[in-house]
């Protein structure tokens, strides 16, 4: 991180702020408390900001399988009591054809779409299947209820025992890979919480657009971890790597005026109905 003075906000490279001691206080504050991670993501970015999105993908796989066995995120783990994975009977992703174009709706309100194991299956059957069809020329990305996505499923981190495993998963099984080999076909529609993995693989969209009331945030440090659905990759290429890191270290949460100033979404728009409460 670097500190600079100026009477600018200046460009993408930039964080204004308008109390430096403030501003490094935060940031040296988020690295006392999980300093391995944060050292990890600093690391991480330098490279994903310069690699192909595969290589990226691939790295910050590695990174995150490592910090899942570290004493930062057990530390997180042990504070937060695992709660038993009670699954919908319905499906937690609906995939609809409406002429040559495909929706792809994020549909367990009632977790905030939080992205379960079940719901990362889901998107990658749904992205594989446009992937294949080249009569599909558009796609849309959606949340059903308040929220677009509510992060990764908490319940659901740390399960893994065997980390190499969780690795390979990450490396064959993200759908993020495939979305951002569609982007000029995917559009991304967010509302409401955009956090964690919700704004990591929607980031990967070729167009993306929020409604007035969506916020983002990724708060990943703060579990001992690093962003691991994409984000130092699609994140890093959107709004550059030193405004990713801070968002990342600080966990600041920005809302949709910030985001399209930044450059992290294209516009703020309306959102249509039954598509928010």
Do not use: K
Not at 138 to 162: H, K, N, Q, W
Not at 205 to 231: H, K, S
Not at 258 to 275: H, I, K, M, S
């Amino acid at each position: 991180m670097t500190l600079t003075l100026s009477s600018s906000a200046g460009g993408r490279e930039l964080i204004g702020c308008a109390d430096l001691r403030s501003g490094v206080d935060r940031i040296s504050d988020a690295v006392g408390r999980n300093p391995r991670a944060s050292v990890a993501l600093a690391r991480l970015v330098r490279q994903t900001s310069v690699l192909d999105v595969e290589a990226g993908l691939a790295a910050e796989a590695a990174v995150y399988s490592m910090l899942l066995g570290g004493s930062e995120f057990a530390r997180w783990r042990a504070e937060r009591p695992v709660r038993p994975v009670v699954a919908p009977e319905r499906p937690v992703v609906r995939a609809e054809r409406r002429g040559d174009r495909l929706e792809v709706v994020l549909d367990n309100p009632g977790r905030r779409n939080a992205v379960s194991m079940r719901m990362r299956e889901s998107l990658l059957e749904a992205f594989q299947l446009a992937e294949l069809d080249p009569s599909i020329a558009r796609i849309e990305l959606r949340g059903a209820g308040p929220a677009f996505c509510s992060g990764g499923d908490l319940d659901e981190f740390g399960v893994a025992t065997d980390l190499v495993a969780a690795y390979l998963v990450r490396l064959e099984r993200a759908p993020w890979r495939i979305i951002d080999r569609l982007r000029d076909r995917v559009t991304a529609r967010v509302h409401g919480a955009c956090i964690g993995a919700g704004i990591e693989m929607a980031a990967f969209a070729g167009r993306l657009t929020t409604a007035p009331d969506g916020y983002f945030q990724l708060p990943e440090i703060g579990m001992g971890l690093v962003p691991g659905a994409g984000g130092t990759v699609s994140v890093v290429r959107r709004i550059g790597r030193w405004r990713a890191a801070w968002m990342m270290l600080t966990g600041e949460r920005i809302d949709a005026e910030t985001a399209v100033r930044w450059g992290l979404v294209d516009e703020v728009g309306p959102v249509e109905p039954g598509f928010s409460v």
